[in-house]
């Protein structure tokens, strides 16, 4: 069993900056993925990042690719979603997620069996 719990959610102007952290627990990560996905008001859960646990390799949505930064923190069982130039369509309550490493990337919500509570993110225009 994986515990997820996201932070650092808020209302930013466009073109602004935030960090959203997800802190995972139980389970040990080492062959897990851990993705970040955001889901509007009306739209469906979609994928906007992940990182391999153990080798650190790192996937983007095109939407988001050249602003957003994910990382992990191994000592600190930490991940971590850098985002710069916030744009208003960026405005979502923003998931952490974690699955089995497989040996593929999987990019559907449906695909990741644990999930955090989420983080609301609001950019105004």
């Known amino acids: 069993q994986v515990q997820l719990v996201e932070s650092g959610g808020g209302l930013v102007q466009a073109g602004g900056s935030l960090r959203l952290s997800c802190a995972a627990s139980g389970r040990i990560l080492r062959n897990y993925v851990m993705g970040w996905f955001r889901q509007a008001p009306g739209k469906e859960r979609e994928f906007v990042a992940l990182v391999n646990w153990s080798y650190g390799g790192t996937s983007y949505a095109d939407s988001v690719k050249g602003r957003f930064t994910i990382s992990r923190d191994m000592p600190k069982n930490m991940v971590y979603l850098q985002m710069n130039s916030l744009k208003p369509e960026d405005t979502a309550v923003y998931y952490c997620?974690?699955?089995?490493?497989?040996?593929?990337?999987?990019?559907?919500?449906?695909?990741?069996?644990?999930w955090g509570q989420g983080t609301q993110v609001t950019v105004s225009s």
């Open positions: 997620a974690a699955d089995p490493y497989s040996g593929s990337y999987y990019y559907g919500a449906h695909e990741y069996d644990y």
